[in-house]
């Protein structure tokens, strides 16, 4: 026998939904070299809903809550993948689980796949827009230069693993290879 989705479980999942994007508001903004980033408690709400209201209820209430944040708060273009991988959190967490109380080891497995889930999606959505956009070539290139975290030889010589800085290169650092060929001193900072 098929179950009904209930007034109910509207209710639950609107209720639970209100605190996951309470839980977005009430963060920690980074800004990156890269863009902007954030600390929050999303996940925790996520994964809280499906612990305790079960796959279905529990992962449409993380979706829809985060889902109206980032259409709310200027991350609308990344909405439609936050609605689908902050429901595989809560639905995973409830499989998991069933919606009903377990022993400790059971319920970290469940938030343990749950956000390894979310972060398997998230990583693989980057990868793959890099991929179309044609940036994922860049990506060692990147990592050397655009983040900060490169090592004053890689900076100098050019070898960040991707093509060697140039006047067009993400962060438009100068020459890289060429200054070095031509046998002169680049600057490291």
Not at 69 to 80: H, K, L, Q, R, V
Not at 120 to 125: A, D
């Amino acid at each position: 026998m098929k179950k009904k989705f209930t007034t109910q479980d509207m209710v639950i999942v609107g209720l639970m939904a209100a605190v996951v994007y309470a839980a977005t508001i009430v963060r920690v903004e980074i800004p990156t070299p890269m863009g902007k980033t954030m600390l929050h408690f999303a996940t925790v709400a996520c994964l809280l809903s499906g612990l305790l209201f079960g796959p279905v209820r529990g992962g449409l209430a993380g979706g829809i809550g985060s889902f109206f944040f980032d259409i709310f708060n200027g991350w609308a273009s990344s909405a439609p993948f936050t609605l689908v991988f902050k429901f595989a959190i809560g639905f995973l967490a409830g499989l998991i689980t069933g919606g009903k109380a377990c022993k400790t080891p059971r319920t970290l497995l469940a938030c343990a796949v749950g956000s390894y889930a979310y972060t398997v999606l998230y990583l693989t959505k980057d990868f793959i827009r890099d991929l179309l956009l044609g940036g994922a070539v860049e990506t060692p290139h990147r990592r050397c230069i655009g983040k900060g975290g490169h090592l004053p030889f890689q900076w100098y010589t050019g070898d960040c693993g991707g093509r060697p800085p140039g006047p067009g290169s993400p962060g438009g650092l100068g020459a890289g290879r060429d200054v070095q060929k031509a046998g002169g001193v680049r600057p490291l900072l």
